[in-house]
Structure formats: structure tokens, C-alpha cells
């Protein structure tokens, strides 16, 4: 699979030129101001040659014409911009208005050489965890349902053509054209890691492009940095399809609570706070104190214990194959940091659902489901990593006791599962 | 000639003796406690030079050899050299005297793999007679292995009460900035590719490994054993 997607992708890039970046360097340029910096230089040839006052006076109105329409085009092309404008241009704006900010070098107090930067800060991204346990051996599993095209078609079609590629380069666009001229070339290449429950090690490889995060009194701490993780746009497809069937099958088998909100299709933020807000209304209609007692799972995705899904995932009934496939998914990747004068060497890291991938809400949220259950329906709702508790009774203080009661349960299997609450971010409100 | 060291560099560097027998050269060799820049280099030269016309015109007084070594390591050449040329100074007019003045020097900078560094027509001397020309004599060229190093060039400081203003060139990690050009998707050829993509195969899977040439490929690939 690796070597037909490789040669692929290097037929693709055969057949792509590079990219100039002087073709955009100035979209305000019209043909007018063409002819006019023609004239332009025309005069000034012929008043250096003649060098009469006439000459030289002809030559600066037109140089004073030139500048003055190209002061003109600018405006002009920027109204329209604007007139033009998106939601989606809206930072392109900005750009345009601010300028783009340089990205801020790395100076961390004892990593003087880039090597010892990138050991600093993958430590302080992916810290080390649990080794993992190899998945079992690959076999063709015979209950796992055949891929299909329309599930390649549907996969593609959420995918934004604007989102950035990884490592290879190669954006959606590029992808959905494949598909479009012939359906049986992607479905060849992504059948076999269905069949086999497997996510190839080639498709594992990331890109991580180190950002300075605005306002840091100091940026000597790695802590002061942020990272976007870019996988490649091929493997986000095949998660996506896995996505749909591992879905399918956890809602098919109760594996998700009902309160569970957000990377759900149909549940969206909306939901979640519509349903908190009703729940509230109806239980202050009797006259009843409400309070809701508001938690947030301190680094969740990077908490997700590999062994730990594989037999909730086990024990939840889900096929085999789905169950290899997300240990495999999950185990053995890595990231190559980017950042000035980074050295660019890939690093094997441990970062249990990685933040980039479109099957990791899912993940997490099959993760964390166990928290909701014990509980009564309706006084827990999430919205992915955010819980919110919501009691009433005639008093404040009997709401108190009554969260202090409820909360034990949820926090005692959190740490089951090796993740907590962040003290920082919980909010009591009456 | 002036030249000021920055304060991280002052306990490692040397002072080379008197360059054979040239008295407007002066030569340091700098060594950074770890390697420079994350290179190979663990010291670089700055030869820094006053070189006046002689008598005859044709070679001032600090010879090209002198000025441009050969040599393997980070160097760079900078001072007021006094030779007027088209490449820094784009603008002027050059009399025959000035041609054969620069011809040499640049030719063995070039042979010797050395750059220059000014950009053209930024000028670095401005005379303080009214009458006279400003001009671009100050000079900076680093050889072939301090090139990638080198960030900028500027002569943005405030004067210092000389003609000559004063030049910052600043040296760094080569940046990732020098990104190769990348495909542009959009111009993807698609009447090309379309027949090729048509006609791609993509070979049936291989049954899957036994489970211990499976586990012995996982184990060399993560541990190198």
C-alpha cells in the first residue's frame, strides 16, 4: 500500500509545477500601469539623452503619473477586497493590514544548539508515557465489511481543500480530483489497512510547526509555545472512514452516553448548552436553588491510554478489526518539529489521540463515555472534555453536599482511566 | 578601521600576528564556546583591511592574495577598500583606472569562492565635503562557508561622526525561511495526469507476514537491534 501510494503521489508531483511567488506579489498590478511605466521610462531615457528642461519636465509628470496610479490601484484593489470580503477572508485581511509577524525563535535557558531546542521542547509536548504494546499479528479479518467507494466520496467531501497538508504536501483538492477520474486507485491503496485492522507506519509520520503563543511576558519557557500537529491528508481520509464505522458501531452498542455532545453529528455546541439551559429552567419552575458544577479533563487527548480504549473498545463489543486498527492508529508515530533552524529529524513520540486527527473527538469521547454512566440521566452533561453537574434542591448549601456526592463517582473513574480534572478550570455556579 | 566584537564572543578570540608584513590588515579568529551556528566550524575569521592606492593604480596597497585566501573555514572579508565597481555601486561611471583597479580583486574573490555582500547602490561613504559624491567603498564578502550563516546586511545605525557609516552584518542558523518552492496544486496538469491515473494499478496485498517476522520487524525498527 505504502509503495503504490508513494508512487502516486510522486506521479502527482511530477505533473504539478512549482509554485512562483512573484505571480501574487502584486494582485492590485493592472495593464494600465504597464503602459504607464512604459512611458515613464521612456521619458526619463529621453530626458537623460536630451537633457532639456522640457525633456526633464515631461519625465517627472510622468513619473508623478506612474506613482500616482499605482497609489490609486492599491486603494482601489483594497475597497474591493473588502467589498469582497468573507468571513473566511477575514484573516487574509488582517494580513493585509498588519502585515505578517515574524515567528519568534525559541531561546530556552540550557538548550543553546537546535538539537538540544528540539529535545526540550518534543519532552515538554509529547512527555514520555507507558511503552506501547504491540498490536496482534496482521491477517485479513474476514468480518471486516469491504471498503467502498461512496464511503471514500463521503469521506472527501467533508474535507476542506483549504485545510494544510502534511508532511508529503499534498492537499484534499489534489485528492478529490484522483478520485473523481478513478474511484478503484484510492480504493485499492485504502482497502488493505481496512481489511487488516493496521494503520501503515508511512501514514504516522507528522509535521509539528512550533507557533509562539501572542502576549508571553517571556519566551523562555517551552511552555510559551504552541504546536499544530499536520498529518497527511491522505491518512485524515482513512481515519475519517474508520471514524463513520467505529461511530456506527459505538452508538449501535450504547458505548455513548445520550448527554455526550460535540464531534457528533446532529450534537453541536448548541445542543449542549440548549439542553444545560433548559434542564436549568425547568428545575428553578418549582421554585428549587440550581446549581451546576462545571469540570474540564486537564490535557484529555494527550491522556488517552492506548490499552486502555483497546478494551473499552473490547469490552464495548466492537469488531476486531476497528479495535486493531485504533492500536494500531494510536502507537508508534512521529513528529518532526518545525521551527527556525530546527535540525527537521523525525522523533518517535507518545501522544495518545493526536490532536490533528479527525477520528480523535471520537476516540476521546468512547474514552471518557464511562464517567457519565452511574450517573442519574439528566444531571450530567459533556461537550467532548467539559462536564457540566446540575443539582437542585431548596438550599445552596444542600447543593453543595449533594455535587460533593456526585462528583466522587466521575473523579474515581477518571483516575481509572488515568486522566483528571483541572482545578484551575472548574466553576461553581448557583 | 573600526570593528567592534559583541560581548559573547570577547573571551574567545585571537588576534593574529602582523599579516605578512601588511600593515592595514588586521586579522581575528573567533571561537564560539560551541560550534558555530550548529555547523562544523568551531571558529571563523574576520579579516578586516585598509587598502589605499598605490602608485601605479593598478593594485592598492592590500594585494587580492592577502585580501582572499583560500581557505576552508568561515571567513569573512570586510574594510574600506577603495575600489569603486559596478556590482555594489550600480550608478557610477567608471573611469579605465577604476576598471583596472577592482577587475583583480573581484576575480580572485570570485575564484577564491567569496560573495559580496553590499547590496547595490546602498552607499557607505558619504563625503563630508558638499561637493563630492557619495560612494560605496566599504566592502564586506564572506567565503563560500560562512555564506549560508549570514542574515543581513544593513547600514541603518546612526552615523558616528566619520564619512564611513557605521555597517551591522549579522550572522545565524540558516533559517528555515529558504523554504524550496513548493508545488502549486492549482496548476496541477490534469489532462496529462488524467489518462495516467486511469491506468493506475495498484497490486494486490501480500498475505500477511508470520507473526514473528512481524514482531521482528517492529522490535529492529523501534530499537535498532
Redesign the interface.
Known amino acids: 500500500m505504502s509503495e503504490s501510494l508513494d508512487r502516486l503521489v510522486a506521479l502527482l508531483k511530477e505533473h504539478t509545477p512549482v509554485s512562483r511567488p512573484s505571480h501574487h506579489s502584486k494582485p492590485w498590478w493592472t495593464p494600465h500601469l504597464s503602459i504607464l511605466r512604459r512611458e515613464y521610462h521612456k521619458a526619463a531615457r529621453a530626458a537623460r539623452k536630451h537633457d532639456s528642461p522640457h525633456m526633464r519636465k515631461i519625465a517627472g509628470s510622468c513619473k508623478a503619473g506612474y506613482f500616482e496610479a499605482i497609489k490609486a490601484a492599491k486603494s482601489k484593489h483594497w475597497s474591493s477586497f473588502l467589498l469582497t470580503a468573507t468571513p473566511q477572508s477575514l484573516w487574509t485581511a488582517k494580513r493585509f493590514a498588519y502585515g505578517r509577524a515574524q515567528p519568534r525563535f525559541p531561546s530556552l535557558p540550557g538548550a543553546e544548539t537546535p538539537q538540544q531546542m528540539n529535545s526540550v521542547l518534543l519532552e515538554h509536548f509529547f512527555p514520555a508515557k507507558e511503552p506501547f504494546s504491540p498490536p496482534p499479528r496482521l491477517r485479513p479479518n474476514k468480518s471486516a465489511p469491504p471498503l467502498t467507494t461512496d464511503e471514500i466520496a463521503t469521506a472527501l467531501s467533508k474535507c476542506s481543500p483549504t485545510s494544510a497538508p502534511g508532511p508529503d504536501g499534498i492537499p484534499y483538492s489534489t485528492w478529490k480530483q484522483v478520485n473523481k477520474i478513478n474511484p478503484s486507485t484510492l480504493l485499492h491503496i485504502l482497502s488493505p489497512p481496512v481489511l487488516l485492522g493496521y494503520h501503515p507506519t508511512s501514514l504516522k509520520s507528522s509535521n509539528g510547526v512550533v507557533l509562539d503563543k501572542p502576549g508571553k511576558p517571556s519566551y523562555e519557557s517551552p511552555s510559551s509555545f504552541r504546536i499544530i500537529v499536520l498529518i497527511r491528508t491522505i491518512s485524515k481520509v482513512l481515519e475519517r472512514i474508520i471514524a463513520a464505522r467505529l461511530l456506527a458501531a459505538a452508538r449501535l452498542r450504547g458505548l455513548l452516553h445520550p448527554n455526550q455532545c460535540g464531534s457528533l453529528p446532529g450534537l453541536s455546541t448548541y445542543d449542549a448548552c440548549l439542553t444545560l439551559t433548559n434542564n436549568v429552567r425547568t428545575l428553578q419552575r418549582p421554585r428549587l436553588k440550581v446549581s451546576s458544577l462545571f469540570l474540564d479533563i486537564k490535557a484529555g487527548f494527550d491522556n488517552v491510554d492506548n490499552n486502555t480504549l483497546a478494551r473499552i473498545l473490547r469490552e464495548g463489543g466492537i469488531h476486531s478489526y476497528l479495535v486493531s486498527w485504533v492500536s494500531s492508529f494510536l502507537g508508534q508515530r512521529s513528529c518532526t518539529l518545525i521551527f527556525q533552524g530546527a535540525p527537521g529529524t523525525p522523533a518517535p513520540v507518545n501522544v495518545g489521540a493526536p490532536q490533528c486527527s479527525p477520528i480523535s473527538p471520537h476516540l476521546f469521547l468512547l474514552y471518557v463515555a464511562p464517567l457519565h454512566f452511574g450517573i442519574p440521566r439528566g444531571l450530567m452533561i459533556s461537550y467532548v472534555d467539559d462536564f457540566a453537574l446540575t443539582v437542585a434542591s431548596l438550599s445552596y448549601r444542600g447543593n453543595i453536599r449533594r455535587l460533593q456526592d456526585l462528583f466522587d463517582k466521575p473523579e474515581r473513574k477518571a483516575s481509572g482511566l488515568g486522566v483528571s480534572f483541572s482545578v484551575a478550570k472548574t466553576e461553581l455556579i448557583h | 578601521m573600526a570593528a567592534y566584537v559583541h560581548m559573547s564572543f570577547l573571551s574567545n578570540y585571537t588576534v593574529l600576528p602582523k599579516f605578512k608584513g601588511v600593515d592595514d590588515v588586521l586579522a581575528r579568529d573567533i571561537s564560539p564556546n560551541?560550534?558555530l551556528f550548529?555547523t562544523d566550524f568551531h571558529s571563523f575569521r574576520v579579516i578586516n583591511a585598509y587598502s589605499t592606492n598605490t602608485v601605479d593604480h593598478r593594485v592598492h596597497s592590500v594585494s587580492p592574495e592577502v585580501l582572499f585566501p583560500d581557505l576552508g573555514f568561515p571567513l569573512l572579508v570586510l574594510g574600506d577598500l577603495n575600489i569603486h565597481n559596478p556590482l555594489s555601486d550600480p550608478l557610477r561611471h567608471f573611469s579605465r583606472r577604476e576598471i583596472l583597479s577592482w577587475t583583480p580583486y573581484f576575480e580572485k574573490a570570485a575564484e577564491s569562492g567569496f560573495a559580496l555582500l553590499n547590496p547595490p547602490g546602498e552607499y557607505t561613504r558619504f563625503p563630508l565635503v558638499g561637493t563630492a559624491r557619495p560612494s560605496v567603498i566599504d566592502l564586506s564578502f564572506p567565503n563560500a562557508p560562512l555564506l549560508p550563516l549570514v542574515k543581513s546586511w544593513e547600514a541603518s545605525l546612526p552615523s558616528t561622526g566619520s564619512d564611513h557609516i557605521p555597517i551591522t552584518i549579522t550572522l545565524?542558523?540558516?533559517?528555515?525561511?529558504q523554504k524550496p518552492?513548493?508545488?502549486?496544486?492549482?496548476?496541477?496538469?490534469?489532462e496529462?495526469?488524467?489518462p495516467?491515473?486511469?491506468a493506475?494499478k495498484?497490486?494486490a496485498?501480500p498475505p500477511?507476514?508470520?507473526?514473528c517476522n512481524?514482531?521482528n520487524g517492529?522490535r529492529s525498527?523501534?530499537t535498532g537491534w
Open positions: 560551541e560550534p550548529s545565524a542558523t540558516p533559517s528555515l525561511n518552492p513548493r508545488p502549486c496544486w492549482a496548476d496541477t496538469d490534469w496529462t495526469l488524467d495516467i491515473v486511469k493506475f495498484v497490486p496485498a500477511g507476514p508470520p507473526p512481524w514482531r517492529c525498527r523501534w
